[in-house]
């Protein structure tokens, strides 16, 4: 029947139903007064210049709004879709846990929880957006306005609106979070540091990435958490482990590793209470202290007062509470044993010692005559006159004694000359101080080293510009003028004459072990700076010196003498430009045959020159050795 219906023309067939239609379309012709007989009625041209217009305007705002896209908002966008790359694929590990040399445990995990909401399905204002933010408000006690501007000023996708949420309040928020659509219960880990105050100097803490450790770190998302201080920063590529991925390839997390420190928990929380109950005793408010293994470098300690508790940090901190510690005088967050800049006193003496004998200018066995003072003729007008003094008369010395009593005059004598004695001049004692190590950092594995600094003629020209004096090597020999060094470098420069002359870098870390599988990844073994530059024979003499200081009457270290174990001393008071203030030292070593701690204290700013570290020392090591052992 189709075939019989179909209609031929030249150029193509004609369907029934075309034919059904161009009659009706020839009707309606009619009926309009049309006499054209055509299939289409065409539009009219006014029509299609509107529709054409139409068409045009919206093609215009469509480029505008993606040329604005790509110039104004493109690095926000990108921020953004890193951000969301982030949050969507990566899984953050568990990181790694920190114990002391005895396994003892002094950083915990445990479990946080943050509440996370979609900027996304904030961006608009609603009735039912303004009710989920005032639930947000009453369940985490922030007021709407705090989260709308944190939703609002963030250039993350995933907004932390509120972390290390309490457990009161995490109860009603999982049983309120199904009606917050645009949010959801994040899980994290809080850090639990153990001893507090007494070690936060050592292991530093976690915070919140900020955006510049976010842009040159890989593998984080905009909400973590990353070392800020101490080993949580030197170590954070081991601690951290290695981020899995969520999503259609999913990648299992895994572990961040584990430190094993040469640290000793029970040492350094003895350390820390003694040195404050002493500071505090003798109207002091800070100081440092630092304990080492000569044998191979390890520290076994390390204390700075006053401290502060790296936990406040590790829940988030309020503003309030963390401008109350950053405008704190005493500086809490301040690592003395390894950034204050102190002159040494008396403590140089040792080291001023060594590099005489080294160089032959004295015999170990001359006395110099100690009257309490020394006049000296300026070199540029002979009709003045300085005298520089000691603390008391000693009479005849040689250089052990002079050791034991810390005789100023003797050390003027042999650092910057006197009468017809040889002294080995700013030259020659920085050059030793140097081989000590006392303009150099250590490498110690913690953040934030300062690198010591011992001044020369070329220096105070250049810096001062005055010309070097005898009277410079004189306060230099003592350990005053613009001399600067650490804790630090001095316990590490002790360990060198304990150990007889291996100057070791001082270390931390024992060793990491991996978190999963338990395994050792790295040992640090002991690294030698330098060794061999003072003869051993020299360094006996001296180690003998300072054993005088402590079993001989005369010995300013004597109070030391009744310790279970043989004990080697030297103290220091340096002046510090305030009447009646003193920075003091006591630097030991213990047995003294046969060396394995070195113990070296500073007490800063303290009032007068009473015993304020030898205390501390003899506390310690009567505890280290007959309580402990």
């Not at 929380?269 to 304990?291: E, F, N, P, Q, R």
């Not at 690592?335 to 015999?363: H, V, W």
């Not at 001359?366 to 000296?376: A, T």
């Not at 020159?609 to 205390?615: D, F, H, Y």
Request: charged share 20%.
């Amino acid at each position: 029947m189709d075939k019989i219906y179909r209609v031929k023309n030249s150029n193509a067939d004609i369907e029934p139903h075309e034919v059904f239609l161009d009659k009706l379309a020839h009707s309606k012709e009619e009926e309009l007064g049309l006499s054209e007989k055509r299939f289409e009625v065409p539009l009219k041209e006014k029509i299609s210049y509107i529709i054409f217009g139409i068409f045009f305007i919206l093609a215009i705002l469509l480029f505008s709004r993606v040329f604005y896209f790509q110039f104004f908002e493109g690095e926000h966008l990108y921020t953004q879709a890193e951000n969301n790359k982030g949050s969507v694929n990566l899984v953050v590990p568990t990181r790694g846990i920190i114990y002391d040399k005895n396994m003892t445990k002094l950083v915990l995990n445990s479990a946080a929880y943050d509440l996370i909401c979609d900027r996304a399905h904030f961006s608009y204002s609603s009735a039912e957006i303004s009710n989920e933010i005032k639930e947000i408000s009453n369940i985490t006690g922030l007021s709407e306005t705090e989260i709308s501007d944190k939703i609002q000023n963030t250039d993350s996708s995933d907004v932390l609106v509120a972390d290390s949420i309490d457990h009161k309040k995490l109860l009603v928020l999982e049983v309120k979070i199904k009606d917050l659509l645009g949010c959801r219960i994040q899980q994290n880990t809080a850090r639990d540091y153990v001893l507090g105050p007494v070690l936060s100097q050592v292991l530093g803490y976690t915070g919140r990435i900020n955006r510049d450790e976010y842009s040159s770190s890989q593998g984080y998302t905009i909400n973590d958490y990353i070392g800020k201080t101490g080993l949580e920063k030197y170590y954070e590529s081991y601690l951290r482990g290695q981020p899995g991925q969520s999503g259609s390839t999913a990648v299992l997390a895994t572990p961040g590793d584990n430190l094993v420190l040469n640290i000793d928990a029970d040492l350094q929380k003895h350390l820390y209470d003694s040195l404050s109950a002493s500071i505090k005793k003798m109207g002091g408010k800070k100081g440092a202290a630092v304990a080492m293994d000569p044998r191979n470098g390890a520290v076994l300690a390390l204390v700075s007062y006053p401290s502060y508790d790296d936990n406040s940090f590790s829940g988030g901190i309020s503003q309030t509470e963390y401008n109350k510690i950053i405008n704190d005088p005493s500086q809490p967050l301040f690592n003395r044993a390894i950034s204050a800049k102190y002159p040494t006193g008396s403590t140089i003496k040792p080291f001023e010692a060594s590099a005489a004998l080294q160089e032959k200018i004295i015999s170990p066995d001359k006395q110099i005559n100690d009257p309490g003072y020394i006049l000296v003729k300026s070199q540029y007008d002979p009709n003045v006159v300085y005298r520089y003094g000691g603390v008391t008369p000693h009479g005849w010395v040689d250089m052990r004694k002079a050791i034991a009593v810390s005789s100023n005059i003797y050390f003027y004598t042999v650092g910057g000359g006197y009468e017809d004695q040889q002294g080995l001049g700013p030259t020659r004692i920085k050059k030793y101080l140097s081989l000590f190590g006392w303009d150099q950092k250590t490498g110690i594995d913690l953040p934030g080293e300062f690198s010591g600094f011992i001044p020369d003629p070329a220096w105070k020209k250049a810096v001062k510009g005055q010309s070097w004096v005898d009277g410079d090597t004189y306060n230099l020999s003592i350990g005053q003028s613009d001399l600067q060094t650490t804790p630090l470098q001095v316990a590490g420069a002790y360990c060198a004459i304990a150990n007889g002359g291996t100057l070791y870098k001082p270390q931390i870390v024992n060793k990491i072990v991996s978190g999963d599988s338990k395994t050792t990844i790295q040992e640090f073994m002991p690294q030698i700076i330098r060794s061999g530059f003072i003869d051993p024979a020299n360094l006996e003499i001296v180690r003998e010196g300072m054993r005088d200081g402590v079993n001989k009457p005369y010995g300013i270290s004597k109070i030391l003498n009744d310790l279970p174990i043989e004990v080697a001393a030297k103290t220091g008071t340096a002046e510090i430009g305030v009447l009646n203030r003193y920075n003091v030292w006591s630097s030991v070593f213990a047995p003294f045959d046969n060396p394995e701690i070195v113990l070296v204290i500073t007490a800063e700013s303290v009032d007068g020159v009473g015993s304020v570290t030898l205390p501390v020392a003899h506390d310690v090591l009567e505890w280290y050795f007959s309580g402990k052992k």
